[in-house]
């Protein structure tokens, strides 16, 4: 099984801030449900993490030592790294939407972003078949994950809300995805 989780919340994710590549740890909120993750996700045998310290603080709990893998490294926002969302005007966010080679000022697009995941996807194939594997990640990379499991483009990922903490589920069965489980929040109850 491919367990993806959502990192816990951030004072930047508190304030409404576009948070990419920004190193931001934990707020006490976002510790409290890295705790409560722990308890949702059951036993498990591998955790990879993004390299960013949300994402490995999120995992700590689980007591496992954590495989760095820069592919799950949230989107690059360049520019609009540290902005609140509001600043994004609906020009940009429409371009953005409609062209997955559109690329915010000084970062990433969103089929870059795609290219990355899938393969980091396709090589946790093999182990998650046989292994509970977690991977701490962040917004953009769960919605890649799920276009991956899902088998559709990049598209969708316009569609999906991915919640703060939140876990995805992907079952491997003969080699094969299939998304068993999305946006889990039910472990945040009372938060």
Known sequence: ??????????????????????D???????????????????PIDVVVSSPLQRA??????????????????????????????????PDQWAQWRNDPMFAPPGGESLAELDRRVVEACDELVGEAEELNVAVFTHVSPIKSAISWALGVNGSISWRL??????????????GRPALTSFNETW???GA
């Open 24 to 42: 931001n740890p934990l707020d006490d909120r976002g510790k409290r449900q890295a705790q409560q993750i722990l308890a949702a996700l059951g």
């Open 1 to 22: 099984m491919l367990l993806i989780v959502r990192h816990g919340r951030t004072i930047a994710n508190a304030s409404g801030l576009l948070q990419g590549r920004v």
């Open 187 to 189: 472990h945040l109850q």
């Open 161 to 174: 809300h991915v919640g703060q903490a939140q876990i995805s589920r992907i079952l491997i069965r003969d």
């Open 56 to 89: 490995r603080e999120t995992a700590e709990p689980l007591g496992l030592p954590a495989r760095i893998d820069e592919r799950w490294i949230e989107l690059d926002y360049g520019e609009w790294d540290q902005r609140p969302i509001t600043d994004i005007g």
